[in-house]
């Protein structure tokens, strides 16, 4: 059985920053196993085509598309093509987040600035412009990826990010509230640590690459299971809150951390 036949999903941040599977890239080709057809959105182009190749290369159907969640009209654009392509919009997977390191007290005002209208007025633009057509449509399933940097300090100084994080869950609820009887429903999925491009990044640029062997070691003793996620366990988790399954969950706060969160230290 196929959990999305015939439903239509439009992911943000659906390529990758780098070899390897970010969690968007991993939702994209999960709902497509999963008889989706995809918008695949990107502020990196080649990102966005590498997703729909992999998609068409199972025999999916994607559409790639280059835009800024953060600018109104790529997102308007991104929703029309939609449209066009597909007729619906079933699912909205707003999987963008990026990380700027700093305190209040470090970071400048412009990567303030920038990183409340990625992680946040995106999927604020992104809610407004779908939001009319799955309320039309009677149906419709909203997927906001915040992180367990929302509601725990993880020993990590990026306020920006835990910031934003954390009011996506607030923004979520207000979703969940705003369209429970119109046949929307909107979820958040917290993801712990989790093995992506972006973190292997982040953590090249802070340790370099002699040390990485030992902070990976470090990040999974931290986890309550032993190991960090991947992108499938977030990708995975979508799934389901974007299935049919899922019918009677809205509002809700997924958390996909391994217990990470359960610990007091
Ligand atoms: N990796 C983790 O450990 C972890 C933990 C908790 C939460 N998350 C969240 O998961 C989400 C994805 O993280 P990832 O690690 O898979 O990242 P990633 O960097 O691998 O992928 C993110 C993609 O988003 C794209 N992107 C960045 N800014 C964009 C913009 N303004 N508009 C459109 N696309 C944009 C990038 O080009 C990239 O392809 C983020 O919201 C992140 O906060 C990740």
Known sequence: MVRLEGKVAIVTGAGSIGPGWGNGKAAAVAFARQGAR???MDLDAEAARE?????????????????DVADAAAVAHVVAACRDAYGRIDILHNN????????????APDDWNRALSVNLTGMYLTCR?????????????IINVSSTAGIRHLGFNYISYSTTKGAILAFTRSIALECARRGVRANTILPGLMDTPMVQHALRGEYGEADLLEIARQRDERCPMGFTGNAWDVAHAAVFLASDEARYVTGAELVVDGGLTCRSA
Do not use: W, Y
């Open 51 to 67: 997703t729909a190749d992999l998609v068409h290369g199972e025999g999916g159907s994607c559409l790639a598309i280059q835009g």
């Open 38 to 40: 995809i918008v695949a």
């Open 129 to 141: 412009s779908v939001l009319p057509v799955m309320e039309a449509q009677g149906a419709g399933a």
């Open 96 to 107: 963008v987040g990026i990380i700027i390191p700093g305190g209040a007290a470090e970071i």
